[in-house]
């Protein structure tokens, strides 16, 4: 994130998580899984930190990847 927006204290509000997580399908545990990218987050903004969240199962994720996130976070404004 801080290579895309050059500062963190720019970081008003972390508004949504989605977590995929390449798994078996009979895994169901995605979003345990997926909280510890939210307690990060959390810990590193505390109440900007805050945000909605999904998290999914995939067969596969491009690289072997366990785990890839997409944040949509909104700026404060300069």
């Keep these: 994130m801080k290579s895309v927006v050059g500062d963190l204290d720019r970081v008003a509000q972390v508004v949504k998580v989605v977590g995929f997580v390449a798994s078996d399908p009979s895994?169901?545990?995605q979003?345990?899984?997926i909280n510890g990218a939210s307690e990060l987050l959390g810990e590193v903004f505390g109440d900007r930190g805050r945000h909605a969240r999904s998290a999914v199962g995939v067969a596969v994720l491009p690289l072997d990847a366990p785990v890839e996130l997409e944040l949509l976070v909104a700026l404060a404004d300069d």
């Design 31 to 33: 979003p345990s899984v």
């Design 27 to 29: 895994f169901t545990g």
